[in-house]
């Protein structure tokens, strides 16, 4: 016990010693988040060295505890002795003691699979690189546990063991990679990801105390105070961010540490408490998938409909913000913490409901979700059985959903399918996401006519830009019988596009008259030089 208490402190004293050493060097190499036009708002650059730090810090000091342990050093264990039993536990309850071979190993497997994520979020966070060459280095990283043991071979069920085989490798697959890319996507705002990763560790130490396993609740408390040193730099307004190496870096761990919290209790209920912890990161990720799945865009898009960007536009500061999603995280984490510890899973599912309906009963997360779901539903259902209220076989089936925002997207919408039904095209898309005005519009109209096949339609996209940045698109198709060629259609529905475009001029603080002007001539003339040549 005394050992652990020992981590945290020195762990929180050299995170909070190092960061100002990595940010200079991050610096001078550009290992730095730049500004932009659309979704990073801050005003200068800032180094993003969390997870350089983190890493540094909780490998520094698994490895001298490990030592410690592993050649016998005595010291240590009569602290926790006599730290124990002041608490009322036995002497050797909470006594570190030597770690095992197969600790050591399992560790080490650990550290190497760490830094293999780090190396692929650092070259994401100096040069950027794709989706899938992430995912690949996540998938690396995750078979590196694997290769290591961090597995499960039976799950006990109504008191039936249940071999898993190939499945235990595919579940640890699962589980490790949602972990990563959950708390990944969460790290958008000042102190979130860290926060998250502070309540997250601390809540597995306990559920480690509490099943007298020390070594593994070191690693898991030093994970605690190395963020908690960060946290000093990261605490709104942030001078150093986590990155992507940072953000990666803190699922990873915490999903390996959850597999080891309940791979001696192999109950299926024992998955509980783990999926509690990360319950915040896991519903916002889901929110994110469906929210862009539904809307067309890719997983990867960039969008302002996380969590903590709900919470600010609806008028909390960004410190309010970290406070609320901080609560939820510890509500959660809570749950999951008694239904370890008193193994009864119901707290665990408890503490999930509780957060997901004082979510939506204040509206603070997943509104334009659920509607989502339910337009598409309702689509789908009356191409399946029809629309009996329709005055035609022939009418368009149209959805439309404010995703994000207050302005007035409809009208315009409204203007597109005017345009879609007299000129007959088959479908149309109108889509509409800028990060940096917190708006977010999707409608979609889908034309009941039959079409003899699908090479007999032609399709363009239009983009929508402002001030250099692309903030929509107008997609469509149609049918090559059209009474219009395509050159007609699409430079009418530029016209359209042009009056929508002065929307959001208009609505864009950062731009002046004049340059709302300027740039909406420029657009205009780029878009008629590209259809002529």
């Known amino acids: 016990m005394a050992s652990i208490l020992i981590t945290f402190v020195l762990s929180l004293l050299i995170s909070y010693a190092l960061i100002p050493c990595f940010s200079e060097l ?30 540094c810090t909780i490998a520094l000091l698994v490895s001298i505890v490990f030592a410690a342990t592993y050649f016998g050093w005595p010291i240590l264990a009569k602290l926790d002795g006599k730290l124990a039993t002041w608490l009322g536990y036995p002497a050797d309850y909470l006594a570190l003691r030597r770690i095992r071979s197969s600790e050591l190993y399992q560790y080490t497997g650990l550290l190497i699979g760490s830094f293999v994520l780090l190396l692929v979020g650092i070259l994401d966070d100096r040069f950027g690189i794709r989706g899938r060459q992430k995912l690949f280095g996540q ?93 000093r730099y990261n605490f709104p307004p942030a ?104 193994r009864q899973p119901e707290y665990a599912v408890l503490a999930i409901i509780c957060v997901i309906v004082v979510m939506v009963v204040n509206q ?31 009418r368009a089936l149209t959805t439309s959903v404010h995703v994000q925002g207050d302005l007035d997207w409809e009208t315009g919408w409204k203007e597109l399918t005017q345009y879609a039904e007299q000129n007959q095209l088959y479908q149309l898309t109108f889509d509409i996401n800028a990060p940096w005005l917190h708006e977010s519009f999707h409608a979609k109209l889908t034309s009941r006519e039959k079409v003899r096949e699908a090479n007999h339609l032609w399709e363009s996209v239009l983009p929508l830009i402002a001030d250099g940045r692309i903030f929509g698109s107008v997609a469509f198709k149609c049918s090559q019988d059209n009474p219009k060629c395509h050159r007609e259609i699409i430079v009418e529905l530029l016209d359209v596009g042009t009056r929508l475009e002065s929307q959001i001029r208009a609505s864009d603080p950062d731009l002046s008259p004049s340059e709302q002007g300027d740039n909406q001539q420029q657009d205009s003339s780029d878009k008629v030089s590209t259809l002529s040549n």
């Open 26 to 55: 991050a610096i001078s190499v550009g290992l730095v988040d730049n500004p932009d036009k659309s979704r990073k708002l801050h005003e200068n650059p800032i180094p993003m060295v969390g997870g350089i730090t983190v890493f």
């Open 139 to 231: 998938f690396l990283a995750t078979t590196v546990l694997v290769w290591y043991g961090y597995r499960f071979d039976s799950l006990a069920f109504l008191g039936i063991d249940i071999e898993l085989d190939v499945f235990s490798i595919l579940f640890i697959y699962g589980w490790v990679l949602a972990s990563i890319n959950s708390v990944n996507l969460l790290d958008g705002a000042d102190g979130i990801a860290g926060t998250i990763g502070i309540i997250m560790s601390f809540a597995v130490t306990v559920m480690l105390i509490s099943q007298g396993r020390v070594v593994d609740a070191v690693v898991a408390i030093s994970i605690t105070g190395a963020l908690l040193g960060f946290l």
């Open 239 to 342: 001078s150093v961010y986590l990155g992507d190496a940072g953000s990666m870096l803190i699922g990873f761990l915490l999903s390996a540490l959850a597999i080891r919290c309940t791979v001696k209790q192999n109950s299926i209920y024992a998955f509980a408490a783990p999926i509690a912890l990360l319950a915040i990161p896991f519903i916002d990720t889901g929110a994110a998938i469906v929210r862009r799945r539904l809307t067309g865009r890719s997983i990867f898009a960039v969008d302002r409909g996380h969590l903590h960007h709900k919470l600010m536009k609806q008028g909390f500061g960004p410190r309010t913000s970290l406070v609320w999603v901080g609560l939820m995280s510890a509500m959660t984490a809570a749950g999951g913490v008694i239904a370890m510890v008193w």
């Open 364 to 394: 603070i997360f997943g509104i334009a979700e659920t509607e989502l779901v339910l337009k598409r539903a309702y689509g789908l259902s009356r191409k399946l059985i029809g629309n009996p209220g329709a005055t035609s076989p022939d």
